[in-house]
């Protein structure tokens, strides 16, 4: 009998910021087919253009975690140019990707344009790249159809502007809703595990372990939350060290 598990397909990631925002685009592919996707491709076409070019990398699929324009803007600009497929975020954050050219340049941004997914993403959706499959959580707060899009045999996620290194996504936006996003956070995050690495929208990377530790937002001590304790300390470097190096 074969070790499936061992038999994984393995996945490439580079993090490359966008926009006068620093937004972190991901661009994930597979080292055996070359086929890619960006995560949040917000803006910087060329720049994003040139890295896949660099790499040798097809891509195949947009994925949003959510409406605003520096995380979205340049998916229409991906999608002319290669062809993908553009996928979420949720349906309730069109109304967001409808704003990105007329709200676009009161940060800088004039070279985003609005979008229209060719799917939508669900809570509890699966989407898959070179064999491995990510799932889909909705997490509502920062904006209602925000996603978070992860990868937990891989303990990885890319959350979008729902959690921080040390922070977590405004809320002071029309329809951001601050109980919403601990809920979205304790709720949807958390029960992932301890170990999950995740690339934020914004700044460095991090684990949901520590921000369960320190962050000064949602720390266990902060919400009281008493969950899944799975993913302890002790089992995050060797985990980490075998994946995603
Ligand atoms: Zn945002
Ligand atoms: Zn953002």
């Not at 685009?25 to 960006?38: A, D, H, K, L, Y």
């Not at 890295?51 to 959510?66: R, S």
């Not at 937002?217 to 300390?233: I, P, S, W």
């Amino acid at each position: 009998m074969t070790d499936q598990q061992t038999a994984q397909p393995k996945l490439e990631i580079r993090v490359i910021p966008t926009t006068p925002l620093q937004q972190n685009t991901s661009m994930i592919w597979s080292i055996e087919t070359m086929e890619g996707v960006f995560v949040d491709p917000g803006g910087d076409i060329d720049k994003l253009m040139g890295a896949a070019e660099q790499f040798g990398v097809n891509i195949k699929q947009v994925w949003l975690t959510h409406g605003h324009m520096d995380h979205a803007g340049a998916a229409k600009a991906v999608k002319d140019i290669t062809g993908a497929e553009i996928i979420g975020p949720h349906k309730d954050d069109q109304w967001l990707l409808d704003e990105i050219e007329s709200s676009g340049a009161r940060y800088g941004i004039t070279d985003g344009q609005n979008v229209t997914p060719d799917r939508y993403l669900e809570d509890g959706d699966e989407l898959e790249l070179g064999g491995i499959k990510f799932g889909v959580a909705h997490c509502p707060g920062h904006t209602p159809g925000h996603v978070v899009i992860y990868n937990e045999s891989g303990a990885l996620a890319f959350v979008g502007d729902v959690l921080f290194r040390g922070s977590i996504g405004r809320t002071d936006f029309p329809r951001g809703n601050h109980q919403q996003l601990i809920d979205s956070i304790t709720g949807k995050l958390w029960p992932l595990g301890k170990d999950i690495r995740f690339v934020p929208g914004h700044g460095p990377m991090s684990t949901f372990g520590q921000e369960r530790t320190d962050n000064p937002f949602v720390a266990d001590a902060v919400t009281g939350y008493q969950g899944a304790q799975k993913g302890e300390a002790s089992e995050i470097d060797q985990r980490l060290a075998k994946r995603w190096s």
